[in-house]
């Protein structure tokens, strides 16, 4: 090879570099310069065809005094909260009612796979139609049990609530098969060593199958807090944001500042804040997590 | 201790019950909407026997013949993008498996890392440099967008599977005078095809499916097939539901039946991809 050892080359090797041109200069390219643009354009004033001028941070200022970014923020925290988590207790779930031994699991398996295969706009079609105020099976259901109705197209809440339950169908396939795959490689001797010293199916969960499965908890969580935080289809598809602009999430709130208000900057601002949201959400909680590991381990 | 077995019985029952409805239950729901008369469609409780119908395909030929231009374009630009994103990360892999140092392993970091950026926050300067470039409505477009969100999971995916070849087959290729490129395509593929096939079913579903570029970039000419769905969606007016549930049916069942067949490349994917990357 050509790296030499232990010689810390510090730098890509030359043989290594046509390899890495087409990769590196699609995400160059396409994201991380763009990515740096949207600082130039945050602090700019700008209209499509115009030259923009520098306002230093005043789109930001505009983004925050935004009483509907705040909104969005908000919605979008507690929908990313209610759907990672949920995932993650039925992944968790699932996966070990799977490793307990199902007959046919190669077709369930499948089965719970087939979400991951339909597209965020047929599993909107699906939604709107079994949740209609009029006709929908799960609302009629819900009637004749005595119980009200999912009135997501009227209120908020629930307009949330159907966008979290909409994510949360087309994503569990992912969380549900990370979790399993970990369980699967638990070493068979822990249970058993575990059953022979008498211990209850609550305590070998907490003590065997939890620390085990908690660095793909970890990791399932974390693409799962990176992905859902950027949540745009579910919502735009099932209320647009509305009514009256009460279900818009951070996604939705920036699409419609930049394409529909045609304050580009203030979306820029908003998109910038997003990138900074989103890596201190991932880095906070992996700390949090590993320091509830290390002093578990202790 | 027989109670306590048949109560768990009855339990893992229940689960699996649930688990089925839950996964199935919508999907059979649309496949089965798309050949109701349409009376059937909306009787509470459900319908479970009518008489099959191909009317609202015939309707949906006739009404939105676009939709099916749409599925080419799906099809065009899902191929398109599954090249692009394999190649590049296959040769992105080989390397990063190959030459390890610490400058490689930074610029493996950076190609992850920058996969942290919200699409919608890296849509805002794309926009107008994909009109300037006047590849605005293009397949081109969706094609690299596509690739290029693929290329950081595709990359580590591949080294992960390329990690599995002994690195004696190629420095023995490397000795008889063979050029890193022919290794790679004669020793490194044949043996990753595995990996490469994995990498290519992610891909596929996302292209095939995705909706948030293809609204941004696209609006006549290349316009895919989700994007009809969801217009036919937004005319509340003329809403018939049957010709919606037809789209649908057409546009999921190949690549729900896709995924059936490659399933088990689909679940080493996504466990490769996620524990080592």
Sequence with gaps: MASGRGRGQSWLPAAALPFLAPAHGLVLGVIALPALYVVWLSVTSSTFGKAPTFVGLANYIQALSDPYFWRALANTIVVVLVVVHVELVLGLGMALLFASGLPARPLLLAAVLMPYAVSEVSAAVIFRFLFDADVGPVNVALQALGLPPLEWSVVPAHGLAIVALLSIWLHLPFTF???????????????????????????????????????????????????????????????????????????????????RFNAFGAAAATGWLMVLISLVLGAGYLWVLRRQMTSDAS | MRADRSIVVIGKVLAVTAILIWSLAPIAFIVVSAVKPSADIFAVPPRLTFVPTLKHFAD??????????????????????TLLAVGASTMAGYAYSRF??????????????????PPIVIILPLFPMVNWLRLNDTHLVLIVLYATFFVSLGTLLMRAFIDQIP????????????????????????????????LAVFVIVFAWNEFLFAFVFTSTRAKTAPL??????????????????????????????????????????????????
């Design chain 1, 177 to 259: 098969i990370i979790l399993y795959a970990a369980r699967l490689a638990v070493p068979a001797q822990l249970y058993e060593a575990a059953r022979i010293d008498g211990v209850s199916a609550l305590q070998a969960f907490r003590y065997v199958t939890l620390p085990q499965l908690m660095p793909a908890i970890v990791v399932a969580m974390l693409f799962r807090y990176i992905f859902a935080f950027r949540l745009f289809s579910e919502v735009w598809l099932m209320t647009q944001g509305g009514p009256a602009r009460s279900t818009e999430v951070l996604a939705v709130h920036l699409y419609l500042d930049a394409f």
């Design chain 2, 60 to 81: 949906l030929w006739s009404q939105w013949r676009g939709f099916f231009n749409g599925l080419v374009n799906s099809a065009i630009v899902t191929a398109g993008a």
């Design chain 2, 100 to 117: 390890r140092n610490p400058g490689m392993a930074r610029s493996a970091l950076f190609l992850v890392a920058v996969r942290l950026l």
């Design chain 2, 167 to 198: 690195r004696e087959l190629d420095e023995a290729a490397l000795v008889d005078g063979a050029s890193r490129f022919t290794i790679l395509r004669r020793v490194i593929m044949p043996l990753s095809a595995q990996g490469m096939l994995a």
């Design chain 2, 228 to 277: 009809f769905i969801a217009e036919m969606m937004g005319s509340l007016d003329s809403f018939d539901w049957g010709v919606l549930f037809a789209a649908s049916t057409v546009q999921l069942l190949p690549i729900v039946v896709f995924v059936l067949a490659t399933q088990k490349h689909l679940v080493a994917g996504m466990t490769a991809g996620a524990i080592k990357g």
